[in-house]
Structures are given as C-alpha cells and as structure tokens.
C-alpha cells in the first residue's frame, strides 16, 4: 500500500516538467534580464587611502563595506558550505529548484507560518542586486524569471562569485572578503571548515 503505481510515479516528474515549462514560456512576459540591469548600480566596494610609503591610513566606505574577490581565493570549504545551507541543488537546477518552493510551501502552510524559503542561490542574487524585498507573488515571480534567464547568460560559477561578493553577512560586512576580516581578521582565502561553516 505504502507504494506509488507506476501511473503516479510518472506523474510526478511530468508535474515537474509542466512546472519549467510554465516558468520558462512566462519569464520574458514577467520580467526582462537585459531591461532590469539597466537600474541596477555598481557594486558598492570600499576605498582604501594609502600614504607615500603605501601604508595604509584608512579605509573608506559608503553604506556598505564590502571587497570583492574572484573564486579562485574562495576555499571550496568556504563555497561548500554556502551551498550546503542555501540551496543544495545548486549545481543541477536551472536557477529556480520545484523540489524546494514545493517544500518550503508544504512547512509553512503546515505550520502557519514562513519557516522555510524556497529560493536559490540565483534568485537571492537576482533579489540583491535587482529587485526589493518586497514580500509580494509578483516580485518572487520577477525573482524567478529573472533568475532563470541569467543562469542562460553566466556559469554557475560566475554567479556563486557574484552571490559570495555580494551577500551581507552581518556585523557590515557585505562580501565574503569582509566578512572573513570582520569576524576572523583574516583573508577569504584563510578561511578554515569551522569558519566557514560559522559564517
């Protein structure tokens, strides 16, 4: 009894596939990639003045601190364990994961309350650098398609670059980078498992 009949185990990655293509057809209608990044600024980044002798006086910064730093000084013990808590499938979806909007939706409406989001890595980005945080159906579905289209444009590993460049890690820290110094005084590319896992 405690088994599906091979008529509803079809069902579900058809469900699935019904879902992609419904998204697909509809993100160009909902929200433009190209269109949106023509509001977006550039990436705040802090200003450091040195002297004569290349000391450094002080570092200067607007409304957020943040030096942005390319993969390659990210320790992958840093990069696994953002994607361990963040989004888990990010390597195999396509910008926006079902599997988790379905499970997030299941916990919070058991529970009656947000317990649980459903958003990737990409569609945070998305909502970082392009959208509010606008708790609204019509900004998670710009969040989506927008989400979906840029993962058309960059690797998976340019926007895992972007998102750790570009997420606030508390403290104002905005950026791995300055999150590693904020709360370790080190480099990025120092940081160790427990460190890692701690931010």
């Known amino acids: 009894m405690g088994r599906h009949s091979p008529s509803v185990r079809r069902v579900r990655p058809l469900a699935g596939f019904v879902a992609m293509a419904a998204l697909s057809a509809g993100c160009t209608a909902v929200a433009n990639l190209q269109e949106e990044r023509l509001d977006v600024q550039p990436l705040a980044q802090t200003s450091r003045v040195f002297d004569s002798r290349g000391d450094l006086i002080t570092p200067l910064h607007a409304g957020e601190d943040r030096v942005v730093v390319p993969l390659k000084d990210i320790p992958q013990v840093v990069q696994d364990a953002v994607i361990a808590i963040e989004d888990q499938r990010f390597w195999r979806h396509r910008g926006v994961d079902v599997k988790a ?38 900004r998670k579905l710009r969040e989506a398609a927008l989400a979906w289209q840029l993962e058309d444009e960059l690797t998976k590993e340019q926007i895992l670059t972007r998102y750790l460049n570009t997420v606030y890690f508390g403290q104002g820290a905005y950026g791995i980078q300055r999150a590693a110094q904020t709360y370790f005084s080190k480099k990025a590319t120092d940081l160790d498992l427990a460190e890692a896992a701690l931010l």
């Open 101 to 138: 909007i379905l499970r997030a939706a299941y916990v919070n409406a058991t529970t009656g309350h947000i317990e649980e989001g459903g958003s990737t890595i990409t569609q945070q980005y998305v909502k970082q650098r392009m959208l509010s945080d606008e708790q609204t159906f019509s």
